[in-house]
T-cell receptor
Framework: DAGITQSPRHKVTETGTPVTLRCHQT?????MYWYRQDPGHGLRLIHY???????DKGEVSDGYSVSRSKTEDFLLTLESATSSQTSVYFC?????????????FGPGTRLTVT | AQKVTQAQTEISVVEKEDVTLDCVYE???????LFWYKQPPSGELVFLIR??????QNEISGRYSWNFQKSTSSFNFTITASQVVDSAVYFC??????????FGTGTRLKVLA
């Protein structure tokens, strides 16, 4: 158990409203990630963080921003939600374990934009 | 560029059959790490295994086994004597130890009673 929680777990929102998803980890991991999962696309990286206030874009970052003011929290914000952002969002951490890197995921947040 | 291909979109088997899920990867890095994840109908992503590029030993864990072959850039996953609880989407993934993890599109396994 990598100690990752996500909130909310489910959210329905209207087009044009801002939405913030929270990822919280308890084990002081340096690397944190936000992915979205859509049918036929697997997991696609939105943004990642390699430390407090250090973030960078992934492959599908348009329309999303992130912030990391504390090691334990990584926030994903949809500035103005659109129906194309209806998806399941996963937070993840990466750690170096026994001669290799491993990535573990939070439980996911199902977001519906109407 | 790195890539992971899971050509099998969906597989259906009858309980107790053996099933192999294929994963083919592309990378130019000499050091890399390969993974399998399970996503059951409940939706969470469960880490199953990591294999380092410098360790080509195959691994067995109960009914699960993994065959890593650098010569063919493959990291296949076999479930022996499948059970209904094995029904899930399985993802193969790759990283070279940077921030970036590359995922395949997943294989949906249906095990019928």
């Amino acid at each position: 158990d990598a100690g990752i929680t996500q909130s909310p777990r489910h959210k329905v929102t209207e087009t044009g409203t801002p939405v913030t998803l929270r990822c919280h980890q308890t084990e002081n991991h340096r690397y944190m990630y936000w992915y979205r999962q859509d049918p036929g696309h697997g997991l696609r990286l939105i943004h990642y963080s390699y430390g407090v206030k250090d973030t960078d874009k992934g492959e599908v970052s348009d329309g999303y921003s992130v912030s990391r003011s504390k090691t334990e929290d990584f926030l994903l914000t949809l500035e103005s939600a659109t129906s194309s952002q209806t998806s399941v969002y996963f937070c993840a951490i990466s750690e170096y374990v026994a001669l290799g890197y491993e990535q573990y995921f939070g439980p996911g947040t199902r977001l519906t934009v109407t | 560029a790195q890539k992971v291909t899971q050509a099998q979109t969906e597989i259906s088997v009858v309980e107790k059959e053996d099933v192999t899920l294929d994963c083919v990867y592309e990378t130019r890095d000499t050091t890399y790490y390969l993974f399998w994840y399970k996503q059951p109908p409940s939706g969470e992503l469960v880490f199953l295994i990591r294999r380092n590029s410098f360790d080509e030993q195959n691994e067995i864990s109960g009914r699960y086994s993994w065959n890593f072959q650098k010569s063919t850039s493959s990291f296949n996953f076999t479930i022996t004597a499948s059970q209904v609880v094995d029904s899930a989407v399985y993802f193969c993934a790759l990283t070279s130890g940077t921030y970036k993890y590359i995922f395949g599109t997943g294989t949906r396994l249906k095990v019928l009673a």
